[in-house]
């Protein structure tokens, strides 16, 4: 027998079957009503599919587009003239370029012989750090004349993360004591420091709102300049000898495994103001001094420095090699020489400081015999 399907209903008795449906009448007494009038029978749940279908049809039916103007609204008052946009982004570039020239620090100097101390990565918060050679060298640095302290950075451990943040279990000096220790050091120790760079592990110390704390302690009138990557300094000496350029970073990039100084003899090459690079990070230590063809009297140096964390977990964890030398250096700048004569670099401090007090006692006998 022939019955109605719910498409058969919806495209030959739609609109009735609403019209019953807003009078009211049920799905069963429409079916009736349908069958009555055509013969052909149908029920109740045919009617409901019918009624769904076609409400979900009139649901998704897309709505009429209205008219769209998208030309855009320019509101002339409240724009910048261009002539003052213009002197706007003039000044900005000034400043930018004001920024990026004032990265070279110039230090004025006398052209007496001095010395750089280059402190390598200190961690005097760690157990494994040899605090009685850094204390002795720290005594012997500030009685002495004409040395200037360099650190190239991890002042402190500073562990971070649910991994790390368990090895100050490990460690007898606690975080804020730790800050203590930093704060003698780059503060009340005595040396005057000419430059102190932040290492990785410092810069886990920057909190959330990016606060450096290290720039805070470092406003010390005993630190003249410190950068969280780099210093690039320019001694300029008063009897117009020849300027030099000295550049510390915590590491610079490159690696060799058949030299600790790849890095920074790399940037020497590609930057022919460097006289001097100086680095650490790796806890190796070693120098490295070519002449440069073609540019006379050019014979840059790069040095990394060891640091005094000697009893280092993760080193023998690694395999890596754990030097005994080189957790510092003393680096004798004769301004009046030239040539590889101009720097020479003393790995034991007590007898570099020996040789710089013979250089400086020389000079101010000849600065006499000038007068």
């Not at 076609?54 to 998704?60: A, H, L, T, V």
């Not at 040395?147 to 649910?162: E, M, R, T, Y």
């Not at 100086?278 to 640091?307: K, N």
């Amino acid at each position: 027998m022939k019955r109605w399907t719910f498409r058969d209903l919806t495209s030959t008795h739609g609109p009735e079957i609403m019209k019953w449906r807003a009078a009211g009448l049920s799905h069963a007494q429409i079916a009736r009503e349908i069958t009555e009038r055509t013969g052909v029978k149908t029920n109740r749940w045919t009617i409901r599919r019918t009624l769904d279908e076609m409400d979900r049809e009139k649901m998704i039916e897309p709505p009429p587009l209205e008219p769209f103007d998208d030309s855009p609204v320019i509101r002339e008052d409240l724009e910048e003239k261009i002539e003052d946009l213009i002197a706007r982004r003039l000044q900005d570039s000034r400043r930018a370029v004001g920024r990026i020239q004032s990265r070279t620090r110039v230090c004025r100097m006398s052209s007496a012989p001095f010395g750089l101390w280059l402190v390598g990565d200190v961690h005097i918060d760690d157990p494994g750090c040899r605090f009685d050679l850094l204390h002795d060298q720290v005594q012997a640095v500030a009685a002495a004349e004409g040395v200037l302290g360099v650190s190239v950075g991890d002042h402190q451990n500073h562990w971070i993360g649910a991994r790390l943040s368990k090895l100050y279990s490990k460690q007898p000096t606690t975080a804020s004591e730790g800050w203590k220790l930093v704060e003698w050091l780059l503060c009340d120790s005595g040396v005057d420091w000419l430059a102190v760079i932040s290492g990785n592990h410092d810069h886990w110390a920057t909190g959330a709102g990016g606060v450096d704390h290290y720039f805070k302690i470092t406003r010390s009138p005993s630190v003249r300049y410190y950068d969280e990557h780099e210093l690039r300094i320019r001694f300029v000496f008063e009897d117009g000898d020849d300027p030099m350029t000295f550049v510390v970073r915590h590491d610079f990039r490159g690696r060799s495994q058949y030299s600790p100084v790849h890095g920074g003899t790399r940037a020497t090459l590609w930057d022919p103001d460097i006289d001097l690079a100086v680095a650490g990070h790796t806890h190796e230590w070693g120098e490295h001094r070519r002449e440069l063809p073609g540019v006379r009297d050019r014979c840059p140096m790069s040095i990394r420095v060891r640091g005094y964390k000697h009893d280092d977990a993760f080193a023998r964890e690694k395999g890596f090699h754990s030097g005994r030398f080189g957790q510092s250096c003393l680096v004798i700048i004769d301004p009046t020489s030239s040539g590889p004569g101009r720097m020479t670099v003393a790995w034991d401090l007590d007898r570099g400081l020996a040789i710089l007090e013979a250089m400086r006692s020389e000079y101010r006998d000849r600065d006499t015999d000038r007068i």
